[in-house]
């Protein structure tokens, strides 16, 4: 069984900072990549930001120069560090990670999401 489980989120105001965190436990063999989605009411879920095994990231336009992932490898642990917020960056978070998971000797790949976690910058 693998987890991701979120923290972080919360009210902030505008050109204020948050820092995300989602941690994956359960039974590992790799970390693909991992990296944060959002959603904002009555829109769809789009994709903030990237981080593969070997560190290469790759984020939204939107996001570009305010966010910045990262990975702590050792702890299966991904960042989001969020500076500069707008209140166009009010949505619910959510971690995702490709990963491969061993199920008595059993090597599956797939895709996993977190509960999220919600961020509100007011203006």
């Known amino acids: 069984q693998v987890q991701l489980v979120e923290s972080g989120g919360g009210l902030v105001q505008s050109g204020g900072s948050l820092r995300l965190s989602c941690a994956v436990s359960g039974s590992i063999f790799r970390i693909n990549a991992m990296g944060w989605f959002r959603q904002a009411p009555r829109k769809e879920r789009e994709l903030v930001a990237t981080?593969?095994?070997?560190?290469?990231?790759n984020y939204a336009d939107s996001v570009k120069g305010r966010f910045t992932i990262s990975g702590d490898n050792a702890k299966n642990t991904v960042y989001l560090q969020m500076n500069s917020l707008k209140p166009g960056d009010t949505a619910v978070y959510y971690c995702?990670?490709?990963?491969?998971?061993?199920?008595?000797?059993?090597?599956?790949?797939?895709?996993?999401w977190g509960q999220g976690t919600q961020v509100t910058v007011s203006s």
């Open positions: 995702n990670s490709e990963i491969i998971s061993n199920y008595s000797g059993r090597l599956l790949l797939d895709d996993y």
């Open positions: 981080i593969t095994k070997d560190g290469t990231t």
